[in-house]
């Protein structure tokens, strides 16, 4: 038993779709969606999505916190509306 919650496993949608129903019963056991890169053919370039993964990585992590925004048609923020750090 551990003293508080551990990551076990990252899941592809697909296969969290097939087996939550079965695991969300199980006593203890909590589903917490975290975004990952997972690719979605294995056997397609595994070497190439790795090096990929650790060339974004730190882009992906962000900050933690949220804000809404109002952008311009480029998409490009004109207003911060509400935030949180």
Not at 16 to 31: F, M, R
Not at 77 to 83: F, P, T, Y
Request: aromatic share 2%.
């Amino acid at each position: 038993s551990a003293p508080g919650a551990l990551s076990l496993i990252t899941l592809r949608q697909a296969d969290h779709d097939a087996v939550a129903g079965a695991l969300g019963v199980l006593p203890g056991v909590v589903i917490t969606p975290q975004p990952e890169m997972v690719p979605t053919d294995d056997p397609f370039a595994p070497a190439v999505v790795n090096e990929i993964k650790k060339t974004v990585a730190d882009d992906l992590d962000g900050d933690a916190g949220w804000r809404v925004v109002t952008v311009n048609q480029n998409g490009v923020d004109v207003d911060v509306l509400n935030e949180v750090p």
